[in-house]
């Protein structure tokens, strides 16, 4: 019984310390600098640059944007491997101008390449199962005519198996050619939302613990990466328990590669993303010795409580826990072209209240940063 009520004692002192500071204005909170105050989105296409440089200038450096995540996968004429360019990819002389304003602007560019996961979406197959159909983790699954969720092969997203002769040199020349067309020593891995991953009929990697093949893969992207002097950055989903954070299988892994988390280095950059309520995960990833940014997309709330959590972590931390805590990346998930229209058009109307989400979220999320700073 003393202990129980020993627990509960605990319990109370820490939930109303916890909804104490979480009711303070945020005029409480030490003025200090994100180290990472970052913006991702999908690279523009050939057409789309120019409208994407001017964009930089008049909406990211205005903002004190020093971070841009640009998700590239196949979006580039890539000279090392042009089968699996895809139409209205960007040249090189593209990416050169998006290098240009982002150096002048003191912006560092972290280019993306989805790997492991996200190797097809909806009803598509990406670029590199399609040339190369024998690194599929599911083979035997056929891509749908008309994509519906849920479904009977529990197909999200298709898989690369990371056991695929052959696959890797493919893979780090793309990263080595991408990360040296923009000139940063840089790359975001991606590997969320892998639901295929060490399926039992896959002769190179069924039966095997899933958090091992995980821990693997993201070992050799991370040995080659380090090999090159670069640092790799990776989502974070995929290291948290689904089940015991009730997080489920979209922010977090219900396919237990949570634990391979404890089987790689942790010279990683993990972004932590949350989109509909500000889980404090980012806490999990430091006391990992991680360095860490919160990644907010659509809900304005959310995005500005991950602010001022990113502040508070800093803040009350010891300095060994406070250098983890590197800032806030905005995330965007639609096409530049989508996103930029939406952009200007809620700047005509600022005072509207049906200005899109994501939108709403960009702006309120460095609104909040700026009050720290």
Same mark, same amino acid.
């Given at each position: 019984?003393?202990?129980?009520?020993?627990?509960?004692?605990?319990?109370?002192l820490?939930?109303?310390?916890?909804?104490?500071?979480?009711?303070?204005?945020?005029?409480?909170?030490?003025?200090?600098t994100?180290?990472?105050?970052?913006?991702?989105?999908?690279?523009?296409?050939h057409?789309?640059?120019?409208?994407?440089?001017?964009?930089?200038?008049?909406?990211?450096?205005?903002?004190?944007?020093?971070?841009?995540?640009?998700l590239?996968?196949?979006?580039?004429?890539?000279?090392?491997?042009?089968?699996?360019?895809?139409?209205?990819?960007?040249?090189?002389?593209?990416?050169k101008?998006?290098v240009?304003?982002?150096k002048k602007?003191?912006?560092?560019?972290?280019?993306?390449?989805?790997?492991?996961?996200?190797?097809?979406?909806?009803?598509?197959?990406?670029?590199?199962?399609?040339?190369?159909?024998?690194? *599929? +983790?599911?083979?035997? %699954?056929? @891509? $749908?005519?008309?994509?519906?969720?849920?479904?009977? #092969?529990?197909?999200?997203?298709?898989?690369?198996?990371?056991?695929?002769?052959?696959?890797?040199?493919?893979?780090?020349?793309l990263?080595?050619?991408?990360?040296?067309v923009?000139?940063t020593?840089?790359?975001?891995?991606?590997? *969320? +939302?892998?639901?295929? %991953?060490? @399926? $039992?009929?896959?002769?190179?990697?069924?039966?095997? #613990?899933?958090?091992?093949v995980?821990?693997?893969?993201?070992?050799?992207?991370?040995?080659h990466?380090?090999?090159e002097?670069?640092?790799?950055?990776?989502?974070?989903?995929?290291?948290?328990?689904?089940?015991?954070?009730?997080?489920? +299988?979209w922010?977090?892994?219900m396919?237990?590669?949570?634990?391979?988390?404890?089987m790689v280095?942790?010279?990683?950059?993990?972004?932590?993303?949350?989109?509909?309520?500000?889980?404090?995960?980012?806490?999990?990833?430091?006391?990992?010795?991680?360095?860490?940014?919160?990644?907010?997309?659509?809900?304005?709330?959310?995005?500005?409580?991950?602010?001022?959590?990113?502040?508070?972590?800093?803040?009350?931390?010891?300095?060994?826990?406070?250098?983890?805590?590197?800032?806030?990346?905005?995330?965007?998930?639609?096409?530049?072209?989508?996103?930029?229209?939406?952009?200007?058009?809620?700047q005509k109307?600022?005072l509207?209240?049906?200005?899109?989400?994501?939108?709403?979220?960009?702006?309120?999320?460095?609104?909040a940063?700026?009050?720290f700073?």
């Open positions: 019984m003393k202990k129980i009520s020993f627990y509960l004692g605990l319990m109370l820490f939930t109303s310390g916890y909804y104490t500071a979480r009711c303070q204005s945020t005029t409480a909170i030490q003025k200090d994100l180290p990472i105050r970052g913006f991702s989105i999908p690279a523009p296409m057409s789309e640059v120019d409208s994407f440089v001017t964009f930089i200038r008049e909406a990211l450096v205005p903002r004190h944007v020093n971070t841009l995540i640009l590239v996968d196949y979006d580039y004429q890539y000279k090392s491997h042009p089968e699996l360019v895809d139409s209205g990819a960007m040249s090189e002389r593209d990416a101008e998006i240009e304003v982002c602007n003191g912006i560092r560019i972290i280019p993306e390449i989805d790997l492991l996961g996200h190797q097809s979406w909806a009803g598509h197959i990406g670029k590199l199962l399609e040339v190369y159909p024998q690194f *599929d +983790e599911t083979p035997w %699954i056929s @891509m $749908p005519e008309k994509y519906v969720w849920p479904n009977p #092969d529990n197909l999200y997203c298709k898989s690369y198996c990371p056991e695929s002769p052959g696959l890797h040199e493919i893979v780090f020349s990263i080595d050619e991408l990360c040296d923009f000139e020593n840089a790359f975001h891995a991606g590997m *969320d +939302e892998v639901f295929y %991953i060490a @399926m $039992p009929k896959n002769p190179l990697d069924g039966g095997m #613990d899933p958090s091992r995980f821990a693997d893969e993201v070992r050799r992207i991370d040995d990466l380090r090999s002097g670069r640092e790799m950055w990776m989502w974070g989903d995929r290291f948290l328990d689904g089940k015991t954070t009730g997080l489920g +299988e922010e977090a892994s396919n237990n590669t949570y634990r391979a988390i404890d280095p942790n010279d990683i950059v993990i972004c932590d993303w949350h989109y509909d309520s500000p889980a404090q995960t980012a806490v999990y990833f430091a006391m990992k010795g991680f360095h860490v940014v919160s990644c907010p997309f659509r809900d304005s709330q959310s995005g500005v409580d991950q602010v001022e959590d990113m502040y508070k972590f800093r803040q009350r931390s010891n300095q060994v826990m406070r250098d983890r805590y590197d800032g806030i990346v905005q995330t965007v998930w639609s096409k530049p072209a989508v996103f930029l229209k939406q952009y200007y058009e809620a109307s600022s509207s209240p049906n200005k899109p989400s994501v939108v709403n979220c960009f702006e309120q999320v460095f609104d940063i700026h009050q700073q």
